[in-house]
């Protein structure tokens, strides 16, 4: 029985056996071979079969659809023809079992659908790319070079300004607290922040601190000048030069 | 005075209905208060290879590093964590290498690798680790946390914001990984710090059971068992009851305060001096 295989950097997706229906592809979920990648159509192209023929049509897409490297409106398949639509391919087979590879070394089997695979390292770079050029636009942004700082406006503490390294900077009377506060019946651990990548966040302790007057709920993301209340002191969160 | 807690754990791990074996694995270590988990891959048998090793390796690079403070360190220290963290990173690097070396020396294997993520907890400190899928989170006061950010593609595009959550659901390519343990010579760890506080539920899990179970739904299961033996059996058996697709596994650790306070150190001297 025929065939298409999807196939993405190299790695097997999907499987899609050729019936008399034809066969769909695009960003809409509603087709057969659903590709989410902004350079495909949302209905991209179809594969069917015409007077005994297997046909690819282009379904006038934005970007096209390649046979072989070359753009085709409509063509002819045979196979071991390849479809490369956006930068997934589509390939033909109309041989099922195909041999074992001549050089008598078998390969590592190719991933099936559903099966975990890794991305290969030129096309992680290039999301690595795409991740940092959102980074420029959060508070982590080393462009920006900004300390995040706690300043004490009132209350016990052991320092009048405290500079936050770190991913994880404990508010309370215990030792590895980093904001040591003081007096009878300060819990160990009032409230700590974490460092995200998008950010810090103020998490509770023993204790539910405040953002600007409200509990939180949850992990809370804190932005520039907010004030964080923990029992008596409190605190103005701030991104320093 | 300092809260002590006491760590119960609970562990599940399955085949799941549709898979043929199970290349999940965990290891856990009460004494040192570790826990792993991992999600191999690689087809045949080659996946359960990788993530075997991949715990294993964890779990012996830190018990020998509390025998022996010389324990070399493998990848980069980062100033921004606790030596501990450090520590658990460098296990996961080494783990890193030796799966890649075992991958590379022998054909069949080539390309073999895991996922994973482990917790060890020190007094209240709880260091995380992780690479690939496998998560952790945090349930705290009803409010459930991931703690870790997923190394897959759909994970990755969702934070650089050009793909929203329903579509990384929905997409064909969830099991694409950007970063996996054994598939290149070198790997980055991602590490994360906590104070565990009483109460706390922490929950590492193979991707089985997050692609089958909703977040409210494991929530409302660590609350509502009566042990985390039992949370984690139910995890399991949910995964199974909403299809099972993949390999499921669950680590579930619940802090408990142990009776130290005040009043238990008043009792104590009472008892003692009358």
Known sequence: MSRLVLKFEGAQLKEIPLGTHPVTI?????????????????????????AGSLVVEDLNSLNGSF????????????????????????????????????????????????????LDTHERRKLLDMAAAAGERSQLSPERLLVPTLMV??????????RIAGKLTVIGHSKMATVR???????????????????????????????????????TKLNDGDVIEVGRVRLSFLFRE | MRPHLHIQAGARTDLGRVRKNNEDCYAIDDSLQLYVLSDGMGGQ????VASKLAVQTVLTHCRQSENSRATPIFGESSPDVSERTNRLSSAIHLANRKVFETASSNSEQKGMGATI??????????????????????????????????????????????????????SEMQSVLTRAVGTTDSVEVDTDEQVLLAGDFLLLCSDGLTRMVTDPEIASTLL??????????????????????DNVSVIVLHAVEQSKGFFQRLKFWKRNSG
């Open chain 2, 117 to 170: 993520v482990a917790a060890w907890v020190e007094s209240q400190r709880l260091s995380i680790a992780h690479v690939g899928d496998s998560r952790a989170y945090l349930l705290r006061g009803g409010a459930m946390e991931q703690l870790t950010a997923d190394h897959s593609l759909v994970a990755e595009k969702v934070r650089v914001g050009i793909l929203t959550p329903q579509e990384a659901d929905a």
């Open chain 2, 45 to 48: 048998a080659h996946g359960e």
């Open chain 1, 153 to 162: 406006l009132s209350g016990r503490t052991d320092q009048k300004e405290y």
């Open chain 2, 224 to 245: 509502t068992s009566s042990s985390a033996q039992e949370a984690a059996e139910r995890l399991v058996d949910l995964a199974n009851d909403n299809g099972g697709v």
């Open chain 1, 67 to 118: 046979l072989n490297d070359i753009r085709v409106e409509r063509a002819m398949l045979k196979d071991g023809d390849a479809i490369l639509i956006g930068k997934h391919e589509i390939l033909v087979d109309q041989v099922h079992d195909a041999a074992l590879p001549e050089d008598g070394l078998r390969k590592a089997p190719a991933p099936r659908v559903n099966e975990t695979m890794v």
């Open chain 1, 26 to 50: 695009g960003r809409a979920p509603d087709n057969d071979i659903q590709i989410d990648n902004l350079a495909v159509s949302n209905y991209h192209a179809r594969v069917y079969v015409e």
């Open chain 1, 181 to 219: 506060l003081r007096g009878w019946f300060t819990p160990e651990v009032a409230a700590q922040i974490n460092k995200h990548e998008d950010g810090y966040y103020l998490g509770r302790g023993d204790r539910v601190p405040k953002i600007n007057g409200a509990s939180i709920q949850g992990l």
